[in-house]
Every structure is written in structure tokens, then in C-alpha cells.
């Protein structure tokens, strides 16, 4: 007990300077416009090619959240974090990988020939009933989403709100530990907090972002809409479908992997989640 006690303060006087160091360094600044792939190959020649799913945003979460980034919100980090995640896939797995990722729109039927679509910033999405028909049939029919990079109660109702009119039959459930999507490759034990760097920098150290309500600029009052949740929509063979980090952003660990002053435990964790997904979503 003693020694979980010096390392529980010798982290926190870690956290603190590191968030005083990334501002200093300029980290919080506005993020700049990714660029983001948005080649589709006619017929697929790899086994699996990391696809971006592309969304119209929701202009009433991005008004009443002042969320006016200069971009569409679907392109979050996809210059660097794709790009990383697919070298840390190439290393960590024997999978026939492209090796540059695709963004995708469900109005493209080419997604039928794609397990897996990887989707940021949920909070900010709209579908139209086709789009979201047809994302109800992708997933019916075997494919996988991960959803990443959304916060706070505000973005979690605007999320249930759409995937409501994709599944209006299927609740979404908590996933247990010991649930196979985190065992399939890699046996993930330990479950942490992952953080954007910004929110790490803003925040004084804090792991959690945007605990905000309707309106903006409103803290949380409830600290368990501050905590991580790992959650999914299932098929009837109980096979997950949707899974939804909230409270997570894997996709700015994936990026800032090799920045020193990003913990290598968020990275870590992050990198063994992402493999283990997209390996559930090929073998599921």
C-alpha cells in the first residue's frame, strides 16, 4: 500500500508540470484542417484498409457547443493518428495491411467490402434516413464501427439521438473486462483514462474533456459523466457491432505516440485496444 501511495503522488506531480510544459510549447493552440485520404479502391486488393467514416455535422451540436474547429468534425487527427495506428497494425500483426488508410461515406456501397469503419467526434454527427438505413445494414450484415473522440453528456445524447434512428430495436449495453474484443490478441487488464492532448494541457493534467452540458461552458456536476465507458450495441448472437469509447480518445494517443511528453501508458493501452477491434472486426 505504501508504495501504490508514492506513486500515486509521483504521478500527479508528473501530470502537472507536463500540462505547464505542452502549453508553454504551444500545444493549445487550434488544431490545424487534417488531410485526410479519400481514396477508395475499386476492387480491394488488401486484406484490410483502415476506413475513415465520413459524416455531415449536426450544425446545432457545433452551435451550442461553440465547437467551430474550421473543419468537418469526421477529419479529427486523421493526418497523423491514421498514419501511426497503421504502422503500430503492420508491426503488431501479421494482417495483409494497405498501408495508407481511406476515407469512406455510407452513401458509397463500396463500405460492403470494409469490416471495420473507425468514427471520431460522434457527438457531432448527423445521417440522413438513407445513410442511416444503410449503416444498419452494414452492421447487420457483419461489419464493425468503432467510435472514438466524443465527451461529456451533451455529445453522448446527440450520439444516442442518431444511433437511436439506426437501432431503435437495440439497446446500448456496458461491456465487461473480460469481454473477448479485449482479450482477442492482446489480454488488456488494466483500463485507464486515454486523453487528448489538449485536454491534458488545458485541463491542468486532467484525462477527462468537454465535460460540458447544453449550452457550453456549463462543468458537469456529475463526475461519472466525467469517467471512461467502454460500450456496444450487439447483434442477436451477441457479436458487438458498435463499439463506443466515450470519455476516450485513442486516436490522439495513436497520433502522439513518440511525443515524450505524452504518457506511454495512454499509448500503450490505446494501441492494444485499436489492434484488438479491428482484429474482433475481421475474425467477427
Known sequence: MKHRIVALWSMLFILFPVS???????????????????????????????SRLIFADNPLAVHELGDYVGFPHWQADCSDSDPHFISALKRMTRINLKGQSQSI????SAIFDYPALYMVEAGFAAFSDFESLRLREYLLRGGFLLVDDFHGS??????????GKV????????????????????DIDRFVQIPGLRALC????????????????????????????????????????????????????????????????YTSTAYRLGVNYMIYSMTH
Not at 105 to 108: A, K, Q
Not at 172 to 182: A, L, S, T, Y
Open 202 to 265: 488545458l485541463n491542468n493534467g486532467a484525462t477527462w474533456e468537454k465535460p460540458m452540458t447544453k449550452g457550453g461552458g456549463v462543468i458537469e456536476s456529475n463526475t461519472s459523466r466525467q469517467q471512461p465507458a467502454w460500450r456496444a450495441i450487439l447483434d442477436d448472437e451477441d457479436r458487438v457491432m458498435v463499439m463506443i469509447n466515450w470519455n476516450v480518445d485513442l486516436g490522439d494517443a495513436w497520433e502522439h505516440a513518440d511525443m515524450e511528453e505524452y504518457a506511454s501508458e
Open 167 to 186: 437501432f431503435p430495436d437495440r439497446e446500448i449495453v456496458d461491456i465487461p473486462k473480460e469481454h473477448e474484443v479485449f482479450h482477442v490478441h492482446f
Open 154 to 163: 451533451y455529445q453522448w445524447e446527440k450520439f444516442a439521438e442518431w444511433m
Open 105 to 108: 461515406s455510407l452513401m458509397d
Open 20 to 50: 505547464n510544459a505542452l502549453a508553454q510549447q504551444g500545444i493549445c493552440v487550434a488544431p490545424q484542417r487534417p488531410v485526410c485520404p479519400l481514396i477508395v479502391d475499386a476492387v480491394p486488393r488488401y486484406e484490410f484498409t483502415f
